[in-house]
């Protein structure tokens, strides 16, 4: 199982430890360093400033929002980013959700999303692999465009810079059930939410055997601490805020999946205090048990024995997110056993 560092996205500005992390993260051993967006600062931008600072370690996006820009826009970026570090990019890719692609992006939400992402993958890997002109005859993503409101004017065209890798990974951001298994379909790998590693079969309901190669890359918050409840409290600010705040009442895709994973009726009481303005006690109502579960917190010993449950399944990648170098100097020691 490789590792990874997890920096996420800004807050309310750039942090001054980001790039240290990253060049201690190399130093490590660490395979692979990943930057995220929502509504705020950019995915691209902090992992070009990163890979110019760095030699080796492998670079990702988890994830860059689809919603963001157009797929070719988003190959744009990626082929450039592919040159400029000698290669090292792996591109993960998210739908978001009504409340991010409506409210920030001001675009509609796809109503089939299946299909939009399906869409976006193919003209984002018809790029990379320039083999002619980009020619899709889609619902979402037509190329060249050939809505009511276009002049009929569109030319189908190839990049004009030839990409480095034609087989530059897409990785999904994928939580549904139906969006898991086309992901098997479409990608290279898979980012995971909220991933258990005991009970990962029943939640997500993978496959005995994943496509060779397939990339399981999880997220997760690690912290080398004498006090496992304090330890816990970033997580569940975390889970509070993306159960509470990052969706609608009637659609959040993150809350739907901590229902599915057994706490349906915390996650609602959750959404409720949050909605109120009680933020929180949306966060004090994150049960320790589901934090516990999806996080590796504690004492050095404790997070050995269950690094190993992580170890276990199919995990090939794991994403870290940690507050200190410590952290991440005892994840790389106990990884190498």
Known sequence: MRLGL???????????????????AEELGYDSVWTAEAWGSDAFTALTWIAAHTSRIRLGTAVAQMAARTPTATAMHALTLDHLSGGRLTLGLGL????????????????????ATREYVDVVR????????????????????????????GKPLRPITHPLRADLPVLLGAEGP???AQTLRIADGWLPLYWSPTRWAEVYALPEALPKG??????????????????LLPVKAMLGFYIGGMGHAARNFHADLMGRMGYGAEARR???????????????????AFAD?????????????????WRAGPVTDLLVTAPDPATLRVLAELNRG
């Open 214 to 231: 397939f990339v399981v890359a999880p997220l997760v918050r690690a912290q080398v601490c004498a006090d496992v409840s304090a330890g």
């Open 270 to 288: 959750i959404r409720e205090l949050f909605a109120a303005g009680r933020r929180e006690e949306a966060v004090l109502a994150v049960p320790d």
């Open 293 to 309: 579960e999806i996080s590796l917190v504690g004492p050095r010993q404790r997070i050995a024995r269950r690094l190993a449950a």
């Open 178 to 180: 139906k969006n898991i």
């Open 96 to 115: 978001s959700g009504p409340q991010v692609v409506e409210g920030w992006y001001g675009r509609p939400f796809p109503r089939s999303p299946l299909t």
């Open 126 to 153: 018809q790029v990379l692999r320039r083999e002619g002109p980009v020619v899709l005859d889609g619902r979402y993503h037509p190329h060249p465009y050939d809505g009511p409101d276009g002049t009929g004017l």
């Open 6 to 24: 997890a920096l996420g996205y800004w807050g309310r500005g750039p942090s001054p430890d980001r790039l240290a992390l990253a060049r201690e």
